[in-house]
């Protein structure tokens, strides 16, 4: 293979035919993710935060970090004084609060997004 047509092969690997209204143009191809990235801006476009709400959303997951933690040295201290069959009830009350907590967490911060 002659130098020349490895170059030939190079071009034709790494562009593309993409149309362009009704013309045709040559293109830089786009690798897989780019594809995924552009149908995913169609779909959900991103939303820009402002200052405000990028603090009120830390102030949400400082909040409600500190209850988690709070609720896990409680309960924690429960399951040491507890035995063997009220620990896994007590774990799963744990679970519980916790998975409770992470939704409220997340529905706060969504409010915050779509405000």
């Known amino acids: 293979m002659s130098p ?45 935060l402002s200052p405000e709400m990028k603090a009120k959303i830390a102030e949400i997951d400082s909040e409600i970090g500190a209850k988690i933690a709070e609720k896990k040295i409680f309960l924690e201290g429960e399951i040491a004084k507890a035995s063997p069959d009220e620990k896994d009830a007590i774990r799963r009350q744990l679970a519980s609060e916790i998975a409770r907590l992470e939704e409220k967490r997340e529905r706060e911060k969504e409010k915050v997004r779509s405000a």
């Open 4 to 48: 020349m047509s490895k170059h030939a092969s190079w071009e034709r690997r790494n562009f593309s035919i993409v149309p362009n209204g009704k013309s045709w143009h040559l293109g830089p191809m786009k690798s897989a993710y780019e594809l995924a990235m552009g149908r995913l801006e169609k779909s959900a476009p991103t939303v820009t």
